[in-house]
């Protein structure tokens, strides 16, 4: 066996999944992100909030969970720390008009359409959000 066969043997080993299951996004009052999110990605807004501090997202794919994260700083005055870069991306088949309806709906802005392939918007919580073209 040769070194790269010896490698690929190893990264086959794991039982951790080369799958991203959900996705959490840290917020401070989550009836009012759930309405924030569900508006943005346009489907009911009736989605469960769980255990007073989750709400998952109807979505297709990789799943979205909202979340005021007690264990993680959502105690503390100022909630859990937010997401200051793009940790993920919202896909698109209509750059043009996901970028009038955001301006539209008062979504602050961060970019203008870049590369003319994505852009960035910011939730209420500071969280950056990346919206691209699929």
């Not at 359409?113 to 209420?124: A, M, R, S, T």
Request: with cysteine.
């Amino acid at each position: 066996m040769n070194n790269h066969e010896e490698v690929k043997s190893e990264l086959t080993r794991s039982p951790i999944k080369n799958k991203v299951g959900s996705i959490f996004v840290p917020v401070r009052d989550i009836e009012k992100a759930r309405e924030w999110y569900c508006r943005l990605l346009g489907v009911p807004s009736d989605c469960q909030i769980m255990n007073g501090h989750l709400c998952p997202l109807p979505m297709e794919g990789t799943g979205i969970i909202l979340d005021t994260m007690p264990m993680w700083g959502g105690k503390e005055p100022g909630g859990a720390p937010n997401i200051k870069t793009p940790a993920f991306l919202l896909l698109t088949s209509d750059l043009q008009a996901s970028y009038e309806y955001v301006k539209e709906n008062n979504v602050t802005l961060v970019t203008d359409i870049e590369h003319d392939h994505w852009f960035v918007i910011k939730d209420p919580d500071g969280n950056l959000l990346m919206v691209c073209r699929e």
